[in-house]
């Protein structure tokens, strides 16, 4: 996903950005996309953690749905 770093949130189409983020998650190569329930795992565990903000860690400023689909990466609280 890319966002426009001259843009403010008020200008962004928000829906089209977060579809283009599931679209990117969708088509991630096998090889190091994170399987199913390990996602849904990592996810519930962000759910709960108070750096959850709007979908982003307050941690590092990812979504945390794009963090948990790749295998190797890692949960910047060290969570998961």
Same mark, same amino acid.
């Given at each position: 996903m890319r966002i426009c770093k001259g843009c403010l949130i008020r200008e962004i189409d928000s829906q089209k950005e977060y579809q283009n983020m599931f679209d990117y998650i969708? *088509?991630? !190569?096998?090889? +190091?996309? =994170?399987n199913h329930q390990v996602y849904e795992i990592r996810l519930r565990i962000c759910k709960e953690c108070y750096s959850l903000m709007n979908?982003?860690?307050?941690? $590092?400023? $990812?979504?945390v749905?794009? *963090? &948990? &689909? +790749? =295998? =190797? !990466?890692?949960c910047p609280n060290k969570k998961w």
């Open positions: 969708e *088509r991630l !190569n096998e090889e +190091i996309k =994170t979908g982003m860690c307050k941690h $590092c400023g $990812c979504f749905e794009m *963090r &948990a &689909a +790749i =295998t =190797t !990466n890692s």
